[in-house]
């Protein structure tokens, strides 16, 4: 089946940084999205993609959808402590009831 | 606007019990998904319900699962008897939209913990 392969699985990083994660996929997908899962808590959509190539922004979260349609980025610039939780990228085949595929996320830490 | 609403948040229970799981979809979501998420396998689809009607259960581990949605405010996730493997925060969401599009509001979730 489809997999979604997440880089890094986890991240230290000081206040402050930029943040750089990937996922990556075995197949082409016509849907990426990345979602943020506090501790505790359930995911939380942040930005959904829906054309190759596409960048878009969420304030200081920036995603794109990469051209061979078989991988995503997302970037976080100046860090701050609420950032800390666990993203998962997320992908489809098409817009209809096809399964969701979520990465195996990775996990971001904030060093004081 | 309240969120996707799911009971109890923690459940610890002994092998062979039965568990049963709650949710309460947004309003107005057609679609309702339970999830299940562990370390080793993250998350994964068990079984998705459009207007109330089950539409793919092929997620679902075996027939100790069972899941119902008897009106469009109401879903229920079952486990019996459970297993210790059955361990794992256990996710409802719901969209307005197929899940193909990706735009799903989960619940806090409901940690399982069979003894």
């Known amino acids: 089946g489809q997999q979604l392969n997440q880089s890094p699985q986890s991240m230290f990083i000081q206040e402050g940084e930029d943040v750089s994660m990937n996922c990556t996929s075995s197949?082409?997908?016509?849907?990426w999205l990345w979602y943020k899962q506090d501790p505790g808590e359930g995911p939380v959509l942040l930005i959904a993609?829906?054309?190759?190539?596409e960048l878009t922004s969420n304030g200081r979260l920036t995603a794109q959808f990469g051209t061979t349609r078989k991988d995503s980025f997302l970037n976080i610039s100046a860090s701050i402590p609420s950032d800390v939780g666990i993203y998962f990228c997320a992908g489809s085949t098409n817009f209809g009831n096809e399964k969701l595929t979520f990465g195996t996320g990775t996990r971001l830490t904030i060093i004081p | 606007d309240a969120g996707v609403i799911q009971s109890p948040r923690h459940e610890v229970t002994e092998m062979g019990q039965e568990v049963t799981l709650r949710c309460k979809p947004i309003s107005g979501h057609d679609y309702l998904f339970w999830y299940r998420q562990t370390m080793m396998r993250g998350l994964e689809l068990l079984i998705y319900f459009n207007n109330n009607v089950p539409i793919d259960d092929s997620g679902m581990p075996e027939d100790r699962f069972s899941a119902k949605m008897p009106n469009a405010s109401f879903s229920t996730l079952k486990i019996q008897p459970s297993e210790p493997r059955d361990s794992a925060v256990y996710f409802c969401a719901s969209s307005r939209v197929p899940q193909g599009s990706g735009e799903l509001f989960f619940g806090e979730g409901s940690r399982l913990t069979v003894l």
């Open positions: 993609l829906y054309k190759a190539g």
């Open positions: 197949s082409i997908f016509n849907t």
